[in-house]
C-alpha cells in the first residue's frame, strides 16, 4: 500500500492533514514538515521550488501514489513546474478568491497569505481571473508563521498582528476573509473575536481533502477502506518540538516522529 505525501514549510500543513484524514481514514499519510527552512513566506521562488523538488524526490523514495502540497506558499513557486517534472498527481492549494468573491455581499474581501503567495504569478492570475467587479484587500501579517510554529496561538503578538491586518479590512466593509495560508487556521479563535459573527470566514482545507479524495479516485489509487490508515511524521527540524506541536495541535500524544535523512546534507 503506497502512502500519500503531504508537505508543509512546517506545521501549517496539519491544519490541512486533520481534514484528510477525516475524510480518507483508510489512507496512509506521510506528512513532511520543513521545519529546517521554515518560514518559507519570506523567501524567493527558486529557493522554495529547491526545497520542494527535494521534498517531492523524498517522496518518491518513499513510493507515495499521490503528493498533496498543503501549503500555499510552496503551491504558488512550484505546483505547475513539478507537475512538469513529476509523474505523480499533485494536489496543491490557492488561497479561495474564488469561493470568496462569490459569496460576498459588499463587494469587499480580505485574503490573508504571504508575501510569498501575494508575489506570485499564479495569485495574480488567480485575482484577474476570480475578483473581477470585487476589490480585495491583502495582508501579508508579517510575523505570524513564527508565532504559530512556536506555538503561541494567543499571544499578544499574534492579537497585534491579526489586528493590523483586520482593521483596515473591517473599516473598508469586508464581509469574507480567506485563511490564504495553512499555518492560520490554527489562529481561528483570534481572527473571530476580531472580526466577530457577520464576516465570513473561509479556511479552504476541507475543500482540498475533497479534491484529493476525487483524485485518488480518479487514478484509482484509493485505499482498500477495510484496512485502517495511519499518519508517520517526519521533520526536517529537530524531532521533540515537532512531537510537542502535533500534540498541541492535533492533540495527539507520543506520536513518534523522525528527522528527515536528507536534512544533514543541505
Ligand atoms: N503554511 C504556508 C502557506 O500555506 C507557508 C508558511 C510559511 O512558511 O511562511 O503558505
Not at 459588499?106 to 508575501?115: C, D, F, Q, R, Y
Not at 527540524?237 to 528527515?260: H, K, M, N, S
Amino acid at each position: 500500500m503506497s502512502p500519500i505525501g503531504v508537505f508543509d514549510s512546517g506545521v501549517g500543513g496539519l491544519s490541512v492533514l486533520r481534514h484528510l484524514w477525516a475524510q480518507l481514514p483508510a489512507e496512509q499519510f506521510v506528512y513532511l514538515a520543513d521545519q529546517g527552512h521554515v518560514p518559507y513566506g519570506s523567501r524567493s521562488a527558486a529557493e522554495i521550488i529547491q526545497f520542494s523538488q527535494g521534498i517531492t524526490q523524498f517522496f518518491q523514495q518513499l513510493n507515495a501514489k499521490a503528493i498533496v502540497i498543503a501549503c500555499n506558499t510552496a503551491s504558488a513557486a512550484a505546483l505547475s513546474l513539478l507537475r512538469e517534472q513529476f509523474d505523480v498527481p499533485f494536489v496543491g492549494m490557492e488561497p479561495a478568491v474564488k469561493p470568496a468573491a462569490q459569496q460576498t455581499q459588499s463587494g469587499k474581501v480580505g485574503i490573508l497569505a504571504t508575501g510569498g503567495t501575494f508575489a506570485s504569478d499564479r495569485y495574480a492570475r488567480l485575482t484577474a481571473r476570480y475578483a473581477q467587479g470585487v476589490t480585495v484587500w491583502e495582508d501579508p501579517c508579517v510575523g505570524l508563521v513564527p508565532e504559530i510554529e512556536a506555538g503561541r496561538l494567543d499571544s499578544p503578538a499574534v492579537h497585534h498582528i491579526l489586528q493590523q491586518a483586520l482593521a483596515p479590512m473591517l473599516a473598508a466593509g469586508v464581509d469574507t476573509v480567506v485563511l490564504g495560508c495553512t499555518h492560520y487556521p490554527f489562529v481561528l479563535p483570534v481572527v473571530k473575536g476580531i472580526v466577530g459573527t457577520a464576516v465570513s470566514i473561509i479556511d479552504p482545507a476541507p475543500a482540498v481533502a475533497r479534491q484529493t479524495s476525487v483524485v485518488l479516485q480518479k487514478n484509482s489509487l484509493l485505499a482498500d477502506a477495510s484496512q485502517p490508515g495511519n499518519v508517520r511524521f517526519i521533520t526536517t527540524g529537530p524531532a521533540e518540538p515537532f512531537a510537542r506541536q502535533i500534540e498541541q495541535l492535533l492533540g495527539l500524544a507520543d506520536v513518534a516522529v523522525e528527522t528527515a535523512v536528507w536534512h544533514s546534507n543541505r
